[in-house]
């Protein structure tokens, strides 16, 4: 499954750059036409989306690698690096969104050729909206979190455009200039907390967090199925991590004491084969223990 799905997440990857590189033609098509401060920020933002594209890249083609002697668990943790990464420029866009916005607010001024720029700007963010819908989608089905993570950056994008928007439309309507800059820094504080979020959610597979709740329960009973009418006593000691699309998982297995070297063999094959049929991606290690070490607080297998 992971051979097979890596080279669709290297495409959309490439696809990102090539989408970011388009969509920043068009907004500073629009800044030039309208002289704009919102939209300067909102083009010279695009620049970031460029950047994290080509992040996500490098890291996919880090992650891809084999275990070496060296990182005897894979490279998959790189996706992650990749995330974090996008969540600072995120910020750092952000940072400047309000930078920007602080200079039109001390002053104020009208643009040229507002409606035709606006109608650039609105046509590049509907761009960006399909392919950071595209990226989030096909990023959790392949379960990536680079491609995830750039999906949700490219939807603040489309956020902080549609904000700009906004903010430029009621000025036209009021001749308020002011508005323009005030909406782009309530944008702004948005693709903060946009940015900590993915950032947040990199560092709990940096950190090794476990599965969610929902996963952990599938993984009890798969192994509870597994193992039913083979002899086997209980599973204790359940632990599980994530990196990328791998999901690690560990656990003692608990077997009558005459139990044949070989007949705990073959019931780890089989709970082994029955995890990664479900998780594709799945690593699994098994330690079996003799009857004496039951704890009678684990997974309980009805033989």
Known sequence: MQTKSMPRVMRLAIGSVIVGLAVMALKALAWALT????????????????????????ALRVARRPADSNHPYGHHKAEFFSAVLEGVLIVIAALFILHEAWGGFLAPRGMEAPLLGMTINAAASLINGAWAVLLIRNGRQHRSPALVADGHHLMTDVISSVGVLIGITLALLS?????????????????????????????????DEAVSDKELAKIRSLIAEAANGHAAIEAHDLRTRHAGPVTFIDFDLVMPGETTVEAA??????????????LPDARVTIHVEPEHKAKHSGIVVLS
């Not at 010279?44 to 950047?51: I, R």
């Not at 063999?265 to 479900?278: F, K, N, S, T, V």
Request: net charge negative; charged share 15%.
């Open 35 to 58: 002289g704009s401060l919102a939209l300067m920020s909102d083009a010279l933002e695009s620049l970031v989306n460029v950047a994290t594209a080509l992040a996500v890249i490098v």
């Open 175 to 207: 001749g308020w200039w002011v508005l323009d800059p005030i909406l782009a820094a309530l944008v702004a504080l948005n693709i903060l907390w946009s940015g900590w979020s993915v950032i947040k959610g990199s560092l709990s597979g940096l950190m």
């Open 265 to 278: 063999h073959d019931l780890c094959d089989r709970i082994e084969a029955a995890l990664m049929e479900a």
